[in-house]
């Protein structure tokens, strides 16, 4: 039985492709939201916005939150 010709460097071509291929990315389900549960985020906001809430007192957040609601339609 002959055997077959074997040229490691197109095996080795073969293998790199192989382990390097993009994998698809796995998207987790997105959960959904429930009315009233608060989600935390990182927002950059102008200062002089920032300040105008926070001269309010505490509720600030709310506050944004609520006006964020208008703007939104929600």
């Known amino acids: 039985m002959a055997r077959r010709p074997h040229d490691p460097r197109q095996a080795a071509e073969a293998a790199f492709k192989q382990a390097t291929a993009p994998k698809p990315l796995e998207v987790p389900p997105k959960t ?32 944004i939150n609520a006006a964020l609601r208008k703007a939104a339609g929600i």
């Open 32 to 63: 959904p939201s429930l009315p009233g549960v608060k989600e935390l985020v990182s927002l950059r906001i102008d200062r002089d916005v920032l300040d105008f809430f926070q001269d309010g007192g505490p509720g600030w957040q709310d506050r």
